[in-house]
């Protein structure tokens, strides 16, 4: 098993190692892991190899960067092979409102790391994909993208564009028997649900998500919400007409806006 996951020195992406790694420590497991933070990786690194005894490769690097992750994809495949699994995990989330002009910087942001991001991650594997007539490619979405969430207009934009986004690709790829996994989480315990002051409905821990992912991978979902609950909360948010939509939505609590770096 091979496994490339951007986003992975915390929160989900993080998990998602620690679960590949002890599902499959007995079976041969390469794990290609992407981040930002150096340290975080280096220590994630350790812990994997030390705890499972498998091989891991790291890659500090931003997924706006193109051809840094071309490299890291190319590095991988020449250590490991041509991955069975990569994850584009790696996101951000911040309050935005449009009438600041100093929130324009968060959009674009958001914006490049959520969506472009998608784009960075798969592209420089497609062709060995294509090559191998197998592979798996998998977008971390949310239930934010299912309806725009008020002070949140850059983040439920960029994952109602990761979904929209992930569809066209599934479609493209099945003429070369590489499936497409959509997975929109809810409210998932990390770093980027800890800032956050209000309630959260259905909060999940990070290890429990981790391993309904995997499953939802290995059994070739589609498109997937998890927890289920939100699932259902999903479809009912899809049912509301606009005009009732805005009554309720206008109230909701917001996300505090902070600078994306």
């Not at 989900?12 to 497991?29: M, V």
């Not at 220590?43 to 091989?55: H, N």
Request: aromatic residues 8%.
């Amino acid at each position: 098993m091979k496994v490339f996951i951007t986003g992975a020195s915390s929160g989900i992406g993080e998990a998602l190692a620690h679960e590949y790694a002890k599902r499959y420590k007995d079976k041969s497991i390469a794990i290609g892991l992407v981040s930002r933070n150096s340290e975080r990786l280096q220590f994630l690194q350790r812990i994997l190899e030390t705890t499972y005894k498998i091989k891991c490769a790291t890659y500090p690097l931003d997924v706006r960067d193109s051809a840094a992750l071309a490299s890291a994809a190319a590095d991988f495949i020449q250590q490991h092979g041509t991955p069975n699994v990569v994850i584009a995990n790696a996101g951000v989330s911040s309050g935005t409102l449009t009438e600041h002009v100093e929130d324009i910087a968060a959009f674009q942001a958001v914006m490049d790391i959520n969506v472009l991001g998608l784009v960075h991650t798969f592209q420089p594997f497609i062709e060995v994909m294509r090559k191998a007539g197998q592979g798996q490619l998998v977008g971390i979405a949310s239930v934010a993208g299912i309806r725009g969430l008020p002070g949140a207009g850059a983040y439920s934009a960029s994952k109602a564009a990761a979904i929209a986004y992930l569809e066209s690709l599934r479609v493209e790829m099945s003429h070369d028997n590489i499936t497409v996994t959509t997975i929109a989480p809810g409210y998932i315990r990390t770093p980027m649900t800890n800032i956050n002051s209000y309630k959260m409905p259905f909060l999940m821990d990070v290890d429990i998500a981790a391993n309904k992912f995997v499953n939802a991978i290995e059994n070739q979902r589609r498109f997937v919400v998890i927890p289920w609950q939100m699932g259902w909360v999903a479809r009912l948010m899809r049912l509301i007409p606009p005009v009732l939509w805005d009554f309720l939505a206008k109230n909701a609590p917001h996300k505090s806006r902070t600078k994306v770096e």
